[in-house]
Structures are given as structure tokens and as C-alpha cells.
């Protein structure tokens, strides 16, 4: 870390065992930690949130049945009245990332969305389930997928392999798109906040040019909390895009 | 790049514990904490529509009352020109029926009246001959001192009231 004297912008990455011993025994990270405050907090806010059960709903409640709502006709808009089904999958994997990207927001927290094996993982469980729903549904129909009706045959050795492969880079597109960006937030934030600290140490005139990227780490402090709450939408739209293709078949 | 660094323990040790936390989160979402959601949305949907329902069937009463009211008071005012009509044409006949009468009493009595005319014309006329044969005799008597020959009395009358007359 910069105040160690050494300009390391990937620390804020670097996994820790928690909890103590405990943690050390099994192996639980710091970003585990992460992810259950993260839930703790979701299951908290609806709890909470709905405890009044008003008719007219009260901030919290607002918020809780905003959130609700809102991914609901998310979910039935881009899947259709089937998606009701898959809206609790939706909703959670929506405020996972949410909670990942907000929560490493805040200093000394971390960011397990910055992980590439937290978001392959989330990937390939949406990639997982998607897959599982279209057999499910369509049994060995769903393979008519991998080539569009109505394409000429010839075009077959052509059409098969690229949708099969565009069907495979699903999961490695939603996971890099999440992890880069979560990434080069973060590290931009610790790159300006280098130039504060050296700036900071080379006297007047320095310290005056310094106030620059603190101004625009503030400026970027906003810009990520929109980037923190696109990219949590980008990831539960495009699992109801794939959920969409799933069930419907094009 | 700590991310990429798969050969620490904890790279796929989080990963596992994502699952169970993911897994666990999922369940109690979907099991006990969105149910309590829907539940109180759903019924605050199903309360507004209840009441708009209910709303719709008040608004649809009214109408059909006030429909009712016009339609009463429509047939109500119909009676009344039909009753008022029926009083006048009633009235009317019964004024032509009265008139008619009376002109048939009147022409009746003036008949009568004509008719005695006629009588007491024709009686007058009988005694005025028997006046003029007696007054003509009588005079004819004072004036001759002899009774006239009456047969030539009464021709003489006939004869003066026929010119008379015409």
C-alpha cells in the first residue's frame, strides 16, 4: 500500500483468511466475509422491510417492494409470465453482484466481484441453470438452437460451430465484463490515490497539484457507484436474456 | 494479479464458499423472504382491484337508478299529456254532443211554435169570415132594412178576402 511506502494497486485484491482461526481452518476469505454481510444485508432489508406489512408502505418498505417490483417486471419483461419461476434466481444473483460491487466500495471492505473466479463461478451457474432449464423444457429440441429454422442447410458447418461457440463464450463474456470492470474501478481509485500521497510529500506546489486527483476521486467515487449498480443490472438482464432464449428457443 | 493467482488456496477456497453462501442465500430468499414480499404486494393488488371492482358495481347501480328515475319520469309525463289530451277531446265531445242537443230542442220547440202560428193563423181566419159574413149582413140590414140573401153574403166575403189575400 502506498502509506507501506510501496505502490502496490492490486493489494486491495489480495485474499485473507477471516474470522480468526476458525476462518484459517476451513479456508473462509475475506471476501466470503463479504458476500455473507452482503446477504445478511439484502435478507435484512426485505425482513425489515416488510415487517409493517403496511398498505401504504413506509421508506424502508418502499425500498424493499421497489426492489421487488422492479426486478420482477425485469424478469417477466425479458422472459415473459413464465419467468415468474426463475424470478427468485434472478433477484438473488442481482443483489449479489449489487451487494459485491457497493460493499467494495466502501473503505477497508472488499470487492468480491473483482474476482475472476467469483464471476466465472456466478457464470457458470447461470450458464449451468439456462442449459439445465432449456433440456428440461425442450429435451433434445433444444439442440435446433445451435442452428436457426429456416437457414439454408449448406450454410450448416458454418452456422453450427459459431452459435455453439457463442453459446460457450456466454459465461466468459458475463464474467469478464463484471471482474473488468469492477477491477479497473478500483485500481483507478488507488492509482489516484498514489498521486495524492506523492503529490501530497513534494512541498507547496505539489500539495496545491495534488488537490487534482482528489477531486477526480471524488468525481469517480459517483462514477462507480453507477458502474456498481449497471453492472448488477447488466449481469441479471443477461441471465434473463439467456433464461429468454432458454425457455422460448429463439 | 491476486485474481489470476490460482495457485493460493483461498482463489478457489472463496469460490466453494460463494456456493454454500450463494446456495443458502438463495434458499432463504426464495423459501421465506420474497413470499412475505409477494404476499403484501399481492395483496395490496388484489385490495385496489377489490375496491375498483367494487367501485365499477356501485357506479354501474347508480346508473341503472338514474336510468330508472329519467325513464319513470319519461312515462310519467306521457301518461300525463295522455291524460290531458283525453280530458280535452272528452270535454270537447261532450260540448258538441251538448250543443247538438240544444239545437235540436230549439228547432223542435220552433216547429211547435210555428205549427201553433199556423193553428191560431187559420182559426183567426175562419172567425174573420164569420166576423165579415155577420158584419156585412148586419150592415146590409141597417142600411136596407131587409136581411140580405146569406148565399150572396158569402160569396161576396169569399170574393173580398181572395183579393185580400192575394
Not at chain 1, 470492470?181 to 489516484?192: I, L, R
Not at chain 2, 247538438?100 to 230542442?105: I, L, Q, S, V
Not at chain 2, 211547435?112 to 175562419?126: D, P, S
Request: net charge neutral.
Amino acid at each position: 500500500m502506498a502509506a507501506e511506502g510501496k505502490m502496490d494497486a492490486l493489494g486491495q485484491f489480495e485474499l485473507h483468511t477471516a474470522l480468526g482461526g476458525l476462518g484459517r481452518s476451513v479456508n473462509f476469505t475475506n471476501s466470503n466475509l463479504m458476500m455473507l454481510l452482503g446477504g445478511g444485508l439484502i435478507i435484512g432489508l426485505l425482513y425489515y422491510g416488510m415487517k409493517p406489512r403496511a398498505v401504504v408502505p413506509g421508506r424502508l418498505q418502499s425500498l424493499a417492494e421497489i426492489s421487488y417490483s422492479g426486478l420482477l417486471s425485469m424478469t417477466e419483461g425479458s422472459i415473459g409470465p413464465e419467468g415468474r419461476r426463475f424470478f427468485p434466481f434472478i433477484f438473488t444473483l442481482f443483489f449479489f453482484v449489487l451487494m459485491g460491487n457497493m460493499l467494495g466500495l466502501l473503505p477497508y471492505s472488499f470487492t468480491y466481484t473483482s474476482h475472476i473466479a467469483v464471476t466465472f463461478g456466478l457464470a457458470l451457474l447461470v450458464i449451468v441453470v439456462v442449459t439445465a432449464v432449456a433440456l428440461r423444457i425442450h429435451g433434445m429440441h433444444f439442440f435446433s438452437y445451435f442452428f436457426p429454422e429456416g437457414a439454408p442447410k449448406l450454410l450448416a458447418p458454418l452456422i453450427i460451430p459459431i452459435e455453439v461457440i457463442s453459446y460457450l463464450s456466454r459465461p466468459v463474456s458475463l464474467s469478464i465484463r463484471l471482474f473488468a470492470n469492477m477491477v479497473a474501478g478500483h485500481v483507478m481509485f488507488e492509482v489516484f490515490a498514489t498521486f495524492i500521497v506523492l503529490l501530497g510529500g513534494a512541498g507547496v506546489l505539489g500539495a496545491s497539484i495534488g488537490i487534482l486527483p482528489l477531486v477526480l476521486n471524488v468525481v469517480l467515487v459517483g462514477f462507480e457507484l453507477l458502474v456498481a449498480a449497471l453492472q448488477a443490472y447488466v449481469f441479471a438482464i443477461l441471465t434473463c436474456i439467456y433464461l429468454h432464449d432458454a425457455v422460448h428457443l429463439h | 494479479m491476486p485474481q489470476l493467482d490460482f495457485s493460493n488456496p483461498l482463489t478457489i477456497a472463496q469460490v466453494v464458499w460463494m456456493a454454500i453462501i450463494f446456495g443458502a442465500l438463495y434458499y432463504v430468499l426464495a423459501r421465506y423472504t420474497l413470499p412475505q414480499v409477494a404476499e403484501v404486494v399481492d395483496g395490496r393488488a388484489n385490495r385496489i382491484a377489490g375496491d375498483l371492482d367494487s367501485a365499477r358495481a356501485a357506479k354501474a347501480q347508480s346508473d341503472a337508478a338514474i336510468a330508472e328515475v329519467n325513464e319513470a319520469g319519461r312515462r310519467a309525463s306521457a301518461e300525463a299529456q295522455a291524460a290531458i289530451n283525453n280530458a280535452i277531446a272528452q270535454v270537447k265531445a261532450e260540448a258538441q254532443e251538448q250543443s247538438r242537443a240544444a239545437d235540436e230542442r230549439l228547432n223542435q220547440q220552433l216547429e211547435e211554435a210555428e205549427k201553433r202560428i199556423g193553428e191560431a193563423r187559420r182559426a183567426a181566419m175562419g172567425a174573420l169570415r164569420e166576423v165579415a159574413r155577420d158584419t156585412a149582413g148586419a150592415l146590409i140590414t141597417r142600411l136596407t132594412g131587409q136581411a140580405p140573401d146569406p148565399s150572396a153574403v158569402q160569396g161576396a166575403v169569399e170574393g173580398a178576402m181572395a183579393a185580400a189575400r192575394s
